[in-house]
């Protein structure tokens, strides 16, 4: 499996999937080192290769006082204090193509949202920095579709570029993966299943963002057994308190089963 050799990431050895995992958004300094400590000592014990996942701003939201962000460069800032503090790669998207250059600066891998994956000179802003550029699958868009999203990127002069699947629009209401799609976005990228994001219910009448957290292990293991290169999962230690997606965030406290049990499942798929 091709990562790029990120700088500070661990453990690529280790046959394990890649984990980018982390809260929605930054929402202080405190928080941030909080969370990236505690999946630092689980992903060290169980030797999976970690990025510290957490966005600098929240640019799409259902409502205009919706949380969006503590300020752009205090929360790259943080980004960067997370690195350093554990010596650890982060990630974090970008929105506009004035986005790229700045998250660039404090961040390893650089991450188009699926609303804005078409967008093509957000991507070729995001390329020419020359950081690892994580595609997020449109939820309106075919596996076979993201070829082309790939190959903007290589377009622009760089080769590091991975996919990561975050469900598609079943209704208004619903988010399902369809598992077929991992084989195909292989062929094209290095591909990652976002598991939290896919178990959200967007679309609800309050214009806040409902999901299913209590499927997260279901859709991680289908996706560990199926050969996903890495895994996305959000976290934090209050998601019913978070100020962005906790309706289908991982409660901190239960990552240390969900990760055990997943590379345990890992281990075993190898061997077959």
Known sequence: MELHNIPKLK?????????????CAIEGETMALRIAERVCELTD?????YIFKGSFKKANRSRIDSFTGIGDEKALKILRKVSETFDIPTVTDIHEVSDATMAAAYVDVL???????????????????????????????????MKHAVQKVKDAGNEKVWITDRGTMFGYQDMIVDFRGIPTMRQFAPTVLDVTHSLQQPNQTSGVTGGRPEMIET????????????????????????KSDGANMLDLNHLEKLLTNLAAIRTTVKKL
């Open 45 to 49: 014990k169980l030797k999976i290769p």
């Open 219 to 242: 859709i991680a293991r289908a996706g560990v057994v199926n050969n996903i290169d890495g895994l996305f999962i959000e976290t934090h230690f209050d998601p019913a308190n978070a």
């Open 111 to 145: 991450q188009i949202p699926a609303f804005l994956v078409r967008q093509t000179d957000l991507v070729v802003a995001a390329a020419k920095t020359a950081k690892v550029v994580n595609l997020k699958k449109g939820q309106f868009m075919s596996p076979e579709a």
């Open 11 to 23: 453990h690529t050895d280790s046959n394990q999937f890649f984990l980018l995992a982390g809260p």
